[in-house]
């Protein structure tokens, strides 16, 4: 027996990532997201703000398709949208406090798949 993965909230492609203090990133579509999510921002190599790679940041959400990461990235690398058609992505890892609703969700989402 196996499980299906589908957990809330579910991964999105990054348009964007802005050199500021604090960094914005961009989602290509609405993320779902809520303020005190932990993500990891993982790009392929030549994308750009290494210095982000592979890295668990708070996220403060600002819109829809918006998060700050609080962290300044004003003198960091520019970020480049695509590489040879391999996108930036922004994965959930976890919250500082998980509510009740958030758990429960996912629970459903555990699919046995025969």
């Known amino acids: 027996m196996s499980f299906a993965n589908n ?18 990133v961009t989602t290509s579509s609405d993320h779902g997201y809520s303020t ?3 993500v990891r921002i993982v790009c ?10 592979n890295k668990a940041f708070e996220i403060t959400v600002l819109t829809d398709d918006t998060f700050s ?5 004003s003198n960091f690398d520019s970020f480049a949208v695509s590489i040879a058609s391999q996108s930036a992505q922004v994965i959930p890892v ?4 998980l509510g009740i609703l958030e758990p429960e969700q996912n629970a459903e989402n555990i699919i046995p798949e025969n």
């Open 7 to 24: 957990f809330i909230p579910t991964s999105n492609l990054i348009s964007n990532i802005t050199r500021a203090n604090p960094g914005v």
């Open 36 to 38: 005190g999510l932990f």
């Open 44 to 53: 392929p190599v030549g994308i750009g703000m290494n210095e982000l790679l």
């Open 69 to 73: 990461i609080g962290v300044n990235t």
């Open 94 to 97: 976890g919250t500082d406090a």
